[in-house]
């Protein structure tokens, strides 16, 4: 982004040094996400969540690393695998996996079979917009990691350059992986 960033010196919209500088944990970060859900009137997290749940890599054994949400089929058994580092960008890969698992949570009652997304794209859709209304100017302000919110079309350009390199560009990868 560095490279190509259309006004450099707006403020930075990744707040890792920020959350760094204040201390956050792996666990506020997950408390985090689930504060944003619950304020939108979406399920709290159960305390299985909380106790089954592996947020970040074991020192005793190889994992794999790459963050998923999991659903047991069992009504009440959901959990994330994720290797967390404190940084925006495992920040919002936590809202979009509790995208998913709030998701499952709504449909929990339903017939097993009825339990899945129309489509896996829809899933990682709304995944993705959760994810992209997490890394808003205003939310990361709300949520203190933003000291300021510049309301300008430069900084807008400079968010939208964001969100389209992270974006627009994983769009020929995923197109060749369906």
């Given at each position: 982004?560095?490279?190509?960033?259309?006004y450099?010196?707006?403020?930075?919209l990744?707040?890792?040094?920020?959350?760094q500088a204040?201390g956050?944990t792996v666990?506020?970060?997950?408390?985090?996400?689930?504060?944003?859900?619950?304020?939108?009137?979406?399920?709290e997290?159960?305390?299985?969540?909380?106790d089954?749940?592996?947020?970040?890599?074991?020192?005793?054994?190889e994992?794999?690393?790459?963050?998923?949400?999991?659903?047991f089929?069992n009504?009440?058994?959901v959990?994330?695998?994720?290797?967390?580092?404190?940084?925006m960008?495992?920040?919002?890969t936590i809202?979009?996996?509790?995208?998913h698992?709030?998701?499952?949570l709504?449909?929990?009652?339903?017939?097993v079979?009825?339990?899945r997304?129309?489509?896996?794209?829809?899933?990682?859709a709304?995944?993705d917009?959760?994810?992209?209304s997490?890394?808003?100017?205003?939310?990361?302000?709300?949520?203190?990691l933003?000291?300021?919110v510049?309301?300008d079309q430069?900084?807008d350009?400079?968010?939208?350059?964001?969100?389209a390199?992270?974006k627009?560009a994983?769009?020929?990868?995923?197109?060749l992986?369906?």
């Amino acid at each position: 982004y560095e490279l190509v960033e259309p006004y450099p010196g707006k403020t930075s919209l990744d707040v890792t040094p920020k959350m760094q500088a204040d201390g956050w944990t792996v666990d506020r970060m997950f408390r985090t996400s689930d504060d944003f859900f619950k304020d939108m009137g979406q399920v709290e997290m159960p305390q299985n969540f909380w106790d089954n749940s592996m947020f970040v890599k074991p020192a005793d054994r190889e994992v794999v690393c790459h963050a998923s949400a999991w659903d047991f089929y069992n009504a009440h058994d959901v959990r994330v695998k994720m290797c967390t580092n404190i940084n925006m960008d495992d920040l919002v890969t936590i809202h979009h996996e509790m995208g998913h698992i709030e998701y499952y949570l709504q449909y929990k009652h339903q017939p097993v079979p009825f339990r899945r997304g129309g489509n896996p794209g829809f899933h990682e859709a709304v995944g993705d917009l959760l994810a992209l209304s997490v890394s808003t100017p205003a939310h990361l302000q709300a949520i203190g990691l933003l000291d300021q919110v510049e309301d300008d079309q430069e900084s807008d350009i400079n968010f939208l350059m964001s969100m389209a390199l992270d974006k627009i560009a994983f769009l020929p990868f995923g197109y060749l992986t369906d």
